[in-house]
């Protein structure tokens, strides 16, 4: 470090140039192993939590650059950005690091397209303002076929969370905070300590009646990536997904309540794993 720069704005070149790195070292092995197979078998095969050279281990540089920054939020990482923007060296790596997220962005577009992920979520666009009651789904706990007629009627609200997948973290946090207000599934269903009814949707039935799609750029654009990053930096894992569940870990989710005869009287559709409305809206809503 030369004589008389600042140790903090110095501190934070140095993480950012570590972080923007190994950035650029993932998505550059991302966009070669897509070239050498098809986009559904790179996905599936090339893009997993418990693989560190994936695009997920931008999660974990992520998590490593707060550590060096001693912060635990994306937020408080940026605010010391801010603060030392007067150092040259700084600015410029700021200039790496967001033609990175250009970059990481555009890829996942690219892979969207390829799949049509994007005409897909388009068609749905005009989510149904009513479920039929006839609809028949599974229940996780005993495996027999239910109607959702079973919950609707006697005079009450419903409320549906259609999560992502079954090793989504902030999908169980997201009941986790639910729950204070008031082999696959059954795995999911014992992990979490889970109270409320579960229900399958093997044809996605729910998921294509809400027009909720699915998309790569969605998951795991770079700013989320560096949010889910908050969770690691505060000693939380990423459930590991089970080898025998075909999940798909781009679907989208959502959160509606339904009154009688399945009418919709609230509806959330997620634009992304964090976007998800908070207990207090979903309570008003229950409540009108």
């Given at each position: 470090m030369a004589a008389g720069a600042d140790p903090a704005a110095a501190s934070c070149v140095k993480a950012l140039v570590a972080f923007v790195e190994r950035g650029k070292a993932l998505l550059e092995r991302a966009e070669t192993q897509s070239r050498e197979d098809s986009?559904?078998?790179?996905?599936?095969?090339?893009?997993?939590?418990?693989?560190?050279?994936?695009?997920?281990?931008?999660?974990?540089?992520?998590?490593?650059?707060?550590?060096s920054l001693s912060v635990k939020k994306k937020a408080d990482a940026e605010h010391l950005w801010r603060i030392n923007n007067h150092c040259a060296a700084l600015r410029a790596v700021?200039?790496?690091?967001?033609?990175?997220?250009?970059?990481?962005?555009?890829?996942?577009?690219?892979l969207d397209d390829e799949?049509?992920?994007?005409?897909?979520?388009?068609?749905?666009?005009?989510?149904?303002?009513?479920?039929?009651?006839?609809?028949?789904?599974?229940?996780?706990?005993?495996?027999?076929?239910?109607?959702?007629?079973?919950y609707l009627g006697r005079g009450k609200k419903i409320l549906l969370v259609l999560i992502r997948q079954f090793s989504c973290?902030?999908?169980?946090?997201?009941?986790?905070?639910?729950?204070?207000?008031?082999?696959?599934?059954?795995?999911?269903?014992?992990?979490?300590?889970?109270?409320?009814?579960?229900?399958?949707?093997?044809?996605?039935?729910?998921?294509?009646?809400?027009?909720?799609?699915?998309?790569?750029?969605?998951?795991?654009?770079?700013?989320?990536?560096l949010l889910y990053a908050e969770y690691v930096a505060d000693d939380m894992e990423f459930p590991r997904e089970l080898p025998s569940i075909q999940d798909d870990m781009f679907q989208l989710g959502g959160d509606f309540v339904l009154g009688e005869h399945g009418r919709v009287l609230f509806s959330h559709c997620c634009q992304s794993p964090i976007d998800r409305p908070s207990v207090d809206l979903i309570l008003s809503a229950v409540g009108r």
């Open positions: 986009p559904q078998d790179f996905i599936r095969q090339k893009i997993r939590i418990e693989q560190k050279q994936s695009l997920l281990g931008l999660i974990e540089a992520a998590a490593d650059l707060y550590r700021l200039t790496d690091f967001k033609q990175l997220e250009m970059q990481w962005d555009s890829f996942l577009q690219r799949l049509q992920l994007s005409a897909k979520t388009l068609e749905r666009d005009h989510p149904s303002k009513c479920v039929s009651p006839d609809t028949s789904l599974i229940s996780a706990r005993t495996g027999e076929e239910v109607r959702l007629e079973k973290l902030l999908c169980r946090l997201h009941l986790k905070d639910l729950e204070k207000n008031q082999e696959g599934a059954l795995h999911w269903l014992q992990e979490t300590g889970c109270q409320y009814d579960m229900l399958l949707d093997p044809e996605r039935k729910m998921y294509a009646a809400f027009g909720l799609g699915a998309s790569l750029k969605k998951v795991l654009n770079f700013s989320n990536m």
